[in-house]
């Protein structure tokens, strides 16, 4: 049984950071493809960063709104893919869900939710100013 889980958020002031991480257990796969998603409160889910690899290549992706913040990386030993967000704003506030699913999604297509066989509960990040 494949299991998403989420962890790391919280609340922080404008202009903080924090690190989520997500890990998946029950299916070992050497290509897999990974995602962040956020939901703002009544808000439609929106792609944020995605991370695809197999044994030799890596593919990493960002939503325009958040390049040059936040940077998603992968530890293969823990099969754990983390996203540092740095200078958080208000407009960061949301609930934060990691999406993954086994083989290759193009850049296209690994910002589309409907892509993710599995999803995490989530973690919700909340910025104040």
């Known amino acids: 049984q494949v299991k998403v889980v989420e962890s790391g958020g919280g609340s922080v002031q404008a202009g903080g950071s924090l690190r989520l991480s997500c890990t998946q257990s029950?299916?070992?796969?050497?290509?897999?493809?990974w995602a962040w998603f956020r939901q703002p409160s009544g808000k439609e889910r929106e792609g944020v960063a995605t991370?695809?690899?197999?044994?030799?290549?890596?593919?990493?992706t960002y939503a325009d709104s958040v390049k040059g913040r936040f940077t998603i990386s992968k530890d293969n030993d823990k099969n754990t893919v983390y996203l540092e967000m740095t200078d958080l704003q208000p407009d960061d506030t949301a609930m934060y869900l990691c999406?993954?699913?086994?083989?290759?999604?193009?850049?296209?297509?690994?910002?589309?939710?409907?892509?993710?066989?599995?999803w995490g509960e989530g973690t919700q990040v909340t910025v104040s100013s």
């Open positions: 999406g993954w699913r086994n083989g290759w999604l193009t850049v296209a297509a690994s910002l589309e939710a409907k892509r993710y066989n599995y």
């Open positions: 029950g299916f070992a796969t050497r290509t897999q493809s």
């Open positions: 991370l695809v690899h197999n044994s030799k290549d890596t593919q990493t």
